[in-house]
Antibody
Framework: QVQLHESGPGLVKPPQTLSLTCSVS??????????WTWIRQPPGKGLEWIGC???????YYSTSLKNRITMSLDPSKNQFSLEVTSLTAADTAVYYC???????????WGKGATVAVSS | SYVLTQPPWESVAPGKTAVITCGGD??????VHWYQQKPGQAPVLVIY???DRPSGIPERISGYKSGNTATLIISRVEAGDEADYFC???????????FGGGTKVTVL
C-alpha cells in the first residue's frame, strides 16, 4: 500500500524559506509511471496546485509561484522536496504531497503538513 | 489560465440526491476528476476520467460529462457525505493541474 508523509517546520518567519519533504513508501519515486506533486490549501479556502516533478527531474510549476519554488527528488531516500522562498503570511496553508498518475489525477495523498508564516 | 467553475454549496436532505457541476471551456476535450475532502482530512479521489470509480468508492457516487459541464452525483445521501468536493483537470496548454473552487455539500 502506497503511503506519502509530509514533514517540515510548523512555523516559519517571513521572508524566510520553507523546506518540505515528502517521504514515499510502497512505491518508488524513480518509477516512470507517476509524477509527484505538491498542493496547498490556505485556511478555509480551496486547493491550490504548486507543481509537479517527474522521475527524470522535469518540473512543471504553477505560473503564480514559479519564481519562488523549487522541487527536487532524492531517489536514495525515496523522497521528494519543495522549497518556497520569500515567504509571506499568504503562504500559510496545509501543504499536501501526492502521487499523480499518467492520466493526470492524484490517486494517493499525504495527510498534509500545516505551515504558518508569522513573525 | 484555465478556469473550472463550481457552485459554492449544495444542500440536500438525507436519502435524496446531490448534484454538483463543474464547468470549463472545452471541458469535453479533457478528463475530469473529482475529490472528496472531509473536515481536517486530505482529499480522496472519488471519480477519475469523468465517470470511473476507484476501488472502495460506493456506487452511490457517480460522474458524467456532457459538453463543457461535468457532473458529480451522490445518490441516497448520508450524513457521512457531508464534505467539500473539488473537480480537477490537467491543462495541456500550460502543463498545469487545475482545481475547481470546490462545492460544500451540506446534509440537512
Amino acid at each position: 500500500q502506497v503511503q506519502l508523509h509530509e514533514s517540515g517546520p510548523g512555523l516559519v518567519k517571513p521572508p524566510q524559506t520553507l523546506s518540505l519533504t515528502c517521504s514515499v513508501s510502497g512505491a518508488s519515486i524513480s518509477s516512470g509511471d507517476y509524477y509527484w506533486t505538491w498542493i496547498r490549501q490556505p485556511p478555509g479556502k480551496g486547493l491550490e496546485w504548486i507543481g509537479c516533478i517527474l522521475y527524470s527531474r522535469i518540473t512543471y510549476y504553477s505560473t503564480s509561484l514559479k519564481n519562488r519554488i523549487t522541487m527536487s527528488l532524492d531517489p536514495s531516500k525515496n523522497q521528494f522536496s519543495l522549497e518556497v522562498t520569500s515567504l509571506t503570511a499568504a503562504d500559510t496553508a496545509v501543504y499536501y504531497c501526492a502521487r499523480v498518475t499518467t492520466f493526470r489525477y492524484m490517486d494517493v495523498w499525504g495527510k498534509g503538513a500545516t505551515v504558518a508564516v508569522s513573525s | 489560465s484555465y478556469v473550472l467553475t463550481q457552485p459554492p454549496w449544495e444542500s440536500v436532505a438525507p436519502g435524496k440526491t446531490a448534484v454538483i457541476t463543474c464547468g470549463g471551456d472545452s471541458l469535453g476535450d479533457k478528463s475530469v476528476h473529482w475529490y472528496q475532502q472531509k473536515p481536517g482530512q486530505a482529499p480522496v479521489l472519488v471519480i477519475y476520467d469523468d465517470a470511473d470509480r476507484p476501488s472502495g468508492i460506493p456506487e452511490r457516487i457517480s460522474g458524467y460529462k456532457s459538453g463543457n459541464t461535468a457532473t458529480l452525483i451522490i445518490s441516497r445521501v448520508e450524513a457521512g457525505d457531508e464534505a467539500d468536493y473539488f473537480c480537477q483537470v490537467w491543462d495541456n496548454n500550460n502543463d498545469h493541474v487545475v482545481f475547481g473552487g470546490g462545492t460544500k455539500v451540506t446534509v440537512l
